[in-house]
């Protein structure tokens, strides 16, 4: 944390306006006494106004009372909670520390305490998903105060257990379209590929700067920054990040080609749409194809896509 700081008074001295969002997330941040925030946010003050939405995640099996005031106090009013299921047996298959009444108890726990901006993930597409499952999970989803859910396919990665198990994930169409249809039904509204909220309020600003391409800054192990045409990484590894938190591992200089890819790449996963100036002669017929099969939607110059199940193989229709 304080290896952190010092990275974030440098990051900082990259901008002069108030912070339109601020996330902190990981790892598992609720797993770091709520104090050791203190300076971060002494630091974060004068860069913080109304408007600014400040997230952090939390998971159910370290969350307290204690720790959501403080953070609450701190400004912070916005939280995410990782519960993935309310299966105990999923949440073992999960790998996961809290159980179905933890899950439950931190969300009301955290709505308790003031929050009224309350996020939880879940993954699904898992081995050990079915209709029952899936149904029970959604009706308890049905009756805690949340105004925002991501759901999450499971992605095998490199380097993590599940790697070595790779047929936990079992990929299910059907089951994906009923889950964000039951989510629609209880009022919640999908506006990117994984995420949903009651209204457009409730959205997350944070994650709609990522995919309007916005500046971001990044700060601590692990993290990525994005300023201008240069994405850069912190060193991932803790201990080096201790020993020096302001030498980059990399730096990508974006080209003009990475930034307009990436910018109709996640423009069509969510509800931010893409500028139609970004796309090229050839592409535009292509689009057209597109608009006579009913598949995006153009207004006031930007495209929308009408299916986010489809926006990756759109993208690279496109491309
Ligand atoms: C950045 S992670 C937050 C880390 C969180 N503390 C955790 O325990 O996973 C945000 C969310 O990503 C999702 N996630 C984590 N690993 C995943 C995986 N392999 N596949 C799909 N979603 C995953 C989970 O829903 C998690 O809550």
């Given at each position: 944390?304080?290896?952190?700081?010092?990275?974030?008074?440098?990051?900082?001295?990259?901008?002069?306006?108030?912070?339109?969002?601020?996330?902190?997330?990981?790892?598992?941040?609720?797993?770091?006494?709520?104090?050791?925030?203190?300076?971060?946010?002494?630091?974060?003050?004068?860069?913080?106004?109304?408007?600014?939405?400040?997230?952090?995640?939390?998971?159910?099996?370290?969350?307290?009372?204690?720790?959501?005031?403080?953070?609450?106090?701190?400004?912070?009013?916005?939280?995410?909670?990782?519960?993935?299921?309310?299966?105990?047996?999923?949440?073992?298959?999960?790998?996961?520390?809290?159980?179905?009444?933890?899950?439950?108890?931190?969300?009301n726990?955290?709505?308790?305490?003031?929050?009224?901006?309350?996020?939880?993930?879940i993954?699904?597409?898992?081995?050990?998903?079915?209709?029952?499952?899936?149904?029970?999970?959604?009706?308890?989803?049905?009756?805690?105060?949340?105004n925002?859910i991501?759901?999450?396919?499971?992605?095998?990665?490199?380097?993590?257990?599940?790697?070595?198990?790779?047929?936990?994930?079992?990929?299910?169409?059907?089951?994906?379209?009923?889950?964000?249809?039951?989510?629609?039904?209880?009022?919640?509204?999908?506006?990117?590929?994984?995420?949903?909220?009651?209204?457009?309020?409730?959205?997350?600003?944070?994650?709609?700067?990522?995919?309007?391409?916005?500046d971001?800054?990044?700060?601590?192990?692990?993290?990525?920054?994005?300023?201008?045409?240069?994405?850069?990484y912190?060193?991932?590894?803790?201990?080096?990040?201790?020993?020096?938190?302001?030498?980059?591992?990399?730096?990508?200089?974006?080209?003009?080609?990475?930034?307009?890819?990436e910018r109709?790449?996640?423009?069509?996963?969510?509800?931010?749409?893409?500028?139609?100036v970004?796309?090229?002669?050839?592409?535009?017929?292509?689009?057209?194809?597109?608009?006579?099969?009913?598949?995006?939607?153009?207004?006031?110059?930007?495209?929308?896509?009408?299916?986010?199940?489809?926006?990756?193989?759109i993208?690279?229709?496109?491309?």
């Amino acid at each position: 944390m304080k290896a952190l700081n010092t990275q974030l008074q440098n990051e900082l001295t990259k901008t002069d306006q108030p912070l339109k969002s601020i996330f902190i997330g990981g790892g598992t941040p609720s797993s770091v006494e709520a104090n050791l925030y203190d300076e971060i946010f002494l630091r974060l003050i004068a860069f913080i106004d109304k408007d600014t939405e400040i997230t952090i995640e939390a998971n159910p099996n370290s969350t307290t009372k204690e720790w959501l005031t403080h953070l609450k106090k701190l400004g912070v009013n916005r939280i995410s909670f990782g519960v993935q299921s309310f299966n105990d047996e999923k949440l073992k298959f999960l790998g996961r520390n809290h159980d179905k009444n933890m899950a439950t108890n931190s969300v009301n726990l955290a709505y308790e305490v003031g929050f009224r901006d309350i996020n939880l993930d879940i993954i699904y597409d898992t081995a050990i998903d079915s209709k029952k499952l899936i149904k029970s999970d959604l009706e308890i989803i049905k009756t805690l105060p949340i105004n925002h859910i991501s759901a999450y396919s499971l992605t095998i990665e490199e380097g993590t257990k599940f790697f070595k198990k790779p047929n936990s994930k079992i990929e299910n169409i059907e089951m994906t379209k009923y889950i964000f249809e039951s989510l629609e039904s209880f009022g919640f509204i999908q506006y990117e590929i994984s995420n949903f909220s009651t209204d457009e309020n409730s959205r997350s600003k944070h994650n709609f700067g990522y995919w309007e391409k916005e500046d971001y800054l990044g700060v601590g192990a692990g993290a990525v920054g994005c300023v201008g045409n240069e994405r850069y990484y912190p060193q991932k590894d803790v201990e080096k990040y201790i020993q020096n938190p302001l030498i980059y591992e990399d730096v990508e200089i974006l080209d003009a080609d990475d930034i307009r890819f990436e910018r109709i790449f996640l423009g069509l996963r969510s509800k931010s749409g893409v500028p139609l100036v970004l796309f090229d002669e050839k592409q535009k017929e292509k689009i057209n194809i597109l608009l006579q099969e009913d598949k995006v939607t153009l207004k006031n110059d930007l495209l929308f896509n009408n299916d986010f199940l489809l926006s990756d193989e759109i993208a690279l229709f496109l491309e």
